[in-house]
């Protein structure tokens, strides 16, 4: 069972990444949570494409907080423990999305 989890763990970062860059790539700009403010067609399409890139901003955000702004370890702790479930949770839907494919 261990090995399953950290499989989609595994998945589900490297996937959320991999949306990030692809989007940085396509539009100039770095994924981040304002893209869910969006109206219309726009929200239809970054919504799916938060949910899924989640993890992998999360951890971003918490990376430049710790040098730029002296967080408290503990809520850098919480953000962590919240990506790494977030990334689980994503990987087990690629996994289970991936073999009909």
């Known amino acids: 069972m261990s090995e399953i989890i950290f499989q989609a763990f595994a998945l589900g970062l490297s ?3 991999l949306i990030c860059s692809c989007f940085e790539y396509m ?3 770095p994924a981040n ?4 403010f969006a109206r219309g067609m726009l929200l239809a399409f970054y919504f799916p494409l938060l949910v899924f890139s989640a993890p992998y901003i999360l951890i971003r ?3 430049r907080a710790f040098h730029n702004l ?3 370890p503990s809520s850098l702790i919480l953000v962590c423990i919240t990506a790494v479930v977030w990334s689980i949770v ?3 839907i ?3 999305v991936l ?3």
Do not use: E, I, K
């Not at 949570?33 to 869910?36: A, D």
């Open 15 to 17: 996937f959320s990444g």
């Open 27 to 29: 539009t100039g700009r």
């Open 33 to 36: 949570f304002g893209l869910m």
């Open 61 to 63: 955000n918490a990376y």
């Open 70 to 72: 002296q967080v408290r």
């Open 90 to 92: 994503c990987g087990r």
């Open 94 to 96: 690629v996994l289970l």
């Open 99 to 101: 073999p009909t494919v």
